[in-house]
């Protein structure tokens, strides 16, 4: 149950697209159409963003996009806006029948 | 409103006990599977624990099986993680959180702190 890997930090200008990777293995990210990301803002719980890979709940913008190749899913955040600014989190369902989190990323709208 | 209200944090000396308590409303509880996610101060989220709809499957992260509990009453809408043998590192904000029906957590509730330390 390692956790799935991703960059520390990303950075971007207002209107700007930002990708943020999520690597994992064939155990977890690749063996599963299980990928979810979060939002989380200093002091709150996190939020939703992306399900099933690409799937947005409802009431999440459709500036947020997710994808998966292999062992590696992504977050797509286009149109930066300044409230974007927070760390985001993957996750994906596992072999084992658990769930792991990616490291978080923290995200910086310069 | 679908809520989650967590309850039953504190400060517990190590090699002690603690039971946290999860209030759930606003949806049909006893439909939906429940998990509890942690974080330490200024880390990142960490998964814990999960348990089916009806509470007849349970499953555990490496680093609490043995340990933690989790279980819930579907009369009362509350899910529940009995903790033991607490260590210091089980320090963190636990979340209750709900699950999606897509292994995916869409409800997450405001986090109870447990702090273990003598």
């Known amino acids: 149950q390692s956790a799935l890997t991703q960059p520390a930090s990303v950075s971007g200008s207002p209107g700007q697209s930002i990708t943020i990777s999520c690597t994992g293995t064939s155990s977890d990210v690749g063996g599963y159409n299980y990928v979810s990301w979060y939002q989380q803002h200093p002091g709150k719980a996190p939020k939703l963003m992306i399900y099933d890979v690409s799937n947005r709940p409802s009431g999440v913008s459709n500036r947020f996009s997710g994808s998966k190749s292999g062992n590696t899913a992504s977050l797509t955040i286009s149109g930066l806006q300044a409230e974007d600014e927070a760390d985001y989190y993957c996750?994906?369902?596992?072999?084992?029948?658990?769930?792991?989190f990616g490291g978080g990323t923290k995200l910086t709208v310069l | 409103e679908v809520q989650l209200v967590e309850s039953g944090g504190g400060l517990v000396q190590p090699g002690g006990s603690l039971r946290l308590s999860c209030s759930a409303s606003?949806?049909?509880?006893?439909?939906?599977?429940m998990h509890w996610v942690r974080q330490a101060p200024g880390k990142g989220l960490e998964y814990v624990s999960a348990?089916?709809?009806?509470?007849?499957?349970?499953y555990y992260a490496d680093s609490v099986k043995g340990r933690f509990t989790i279980s819930r009453d579907n009369s009362k809408n509350t899910l529940y993680l009995q903790m033991s043998s607490l260590r210091a590192e089980d320090t963190a904000v636990y979340y209750c959180?709900?699950?999606?029906?897509?292994?995916?957590?869409?409800?997450w509730g405001q986090g109870t702190m447990v702090t273990v330390s003598s």
């Open positions: 348990i089916s709809s009806n509470g007849g499957s349970t």
């Open positions: 606003g949806f049909t509880f006893s439909s939906y599977a």
């Open positions: 996750s994906s369902y596992t072999s084992s029948s658990v769930w792991v």
């Open positions: 959180v709900k699950d999606n029906y897509e292994r995916a957590f869409d409800i």
